[in-house]
């Protein structure tokens, strides 16, 4: 999804809490993350990895100047022989403690060893955020959550309500949108929207990075 696209998602939502929560949950993992602080870990489910989320984050930290928010994906499987960005394994929620922030991001149960590990990370002193499908225990272990609407399906239902526009990947791509919002330096800030709307759409539909 391009800044294009993230736009006219946001003006479909105009009219809904969506584009608040999910700017006011990007801020909260924005405050979270600190220059020298223990890194952003970026972690789902033994059946769901955030790699698309991690590149975009990626990408907004290159591009606001804000380091901090470039992650660490952490992977419950580790293929051999693969980049050393990509080889983190699910170990290393293990020494995340003060300083640090885990991201978790998963459309539906994150699975009781995955919890048992993000509980131990908040112990320790973690910054405990989640992006998911609701899940109470994960919720009740972070310090700050999102859940994306159940999906609708593609037809109206009997009340008549239309299938609601986000799940689970949208939400991800408004949250990382707007993580690099408002942090160019001052000259690019008085940029006009359409120079800096139209900047970010050639980047944006670019290939991807090799580092991805």
């Keep these: 999804m391009d800044a294009v696209r993230v736009a006219l998602l946001r003006e479909v939502l105009a009219t809904t809490e969506w584009v608040q929560s999910t700017r006011r949950f990007a801020g909260a993992l924005r405050a979270s993350v600190a220059p020298h602080g ?6 789902g489910s033994a059946t769901y990895e955030p790699w698309h989320l991690a590149a975009h984050l990626d990408d907004e930290a290159a591009w606001s100047g804000l380091p901090e928010l470039s ?40 699975g009781a060893g995955l919890l048992e590990r993000v509980h131990d990370a908040r112990r320790n002193g973690a910054t405990v955020l989640a992006l998911d499908g609701g899940d109470r225990e994960l919720h009740a272990l972070a310090h700050d959550a999102l859940a994306a609407p159940a999906p609708t399906g593609d037809r109206a239902g009997d009340d ?12 991800q791509h408004l949250v990382s949108a707007a993580a690099g919002e408002n942090s160019l330096p001052a000259p690019r800030r008085h940029r006009r929207f ?12 670019a290939p991807p990075p090799p580092r991805w």
């Design 38 to 43: 223990g890194g952003l870990l970026l972690v």
């Design 71 to 110: 992650p660490t994906l952490v992977r419950h499987r580790v293929p051999s022989g693969g980049p050393a960005h990509l080889s983190v394994g699910i170990g290393r929620l293990a020494s995340a403690g003060r300083g640090a922030t885990l991201l978790v991001v998963s459309p539906g149960q994150p």
């Design 194 to 205: 359409r120079d800096r709307l139209a900047r970010l759409a050639d980047e944006l539909t």
């Design 160 to 171: 008549g309500e239309q299938p609601h526009p986000l799940d689970l990947d949208a939400v």
